[in-house]
């Protein structure tokens, strides 16, 4: 019988992915730009696109912890978008938050792709 991988999985992988390389690409487009005006670890235009990344991950997290069995991966799921949620928040206050971001995005797509290997070895 084929195993369906769970979207929710696959919506926060994109999701904390897309986050990922925002935050290490707009940073490196400034510096070859040479953008003055980008004052913190990277500037948004008229939009902020964290706030989307982490309302969508936010979602993804949300429906994979009620589908998924392992309290290891409920776990890191929320704690990694804990640190995501801090991150994005604190991230005018200090450039050493961005690492704390690139960390929690990688946790993030790192306990979807844990989540979908548990689903194919335990489910059905």
Known sequence: ??????NSDII??????LCLVHCLALPA???YIGDSSAG???GHG???YDYLFLSIAI???FFTTKKTSSTFIKFSLWIFLLICTFAI???DYSPF???IMYIGSAGLIISHVLNIRYNKQHCC
Do not use: D, E, R
Not at 12 to 17: A, N, T, V
């Open 1 to 6: 019988m084929l195993k369906k991988t769970p």
């Open 12 to 17: 926060g992988i994109l999701s904390s992915g």
């Open 29 to 31: 487009a400034f510096l």
């Open 40 to 42: 913190h670890s990277h």
């Open 46 to 48: 008229g939009f902020n």
């Open 59 to 61: 979602v993804a997290v």
């Open 89 to 91: 928040i604190f991230h």
């Open 97 to 99: 938050i961005q690492y």
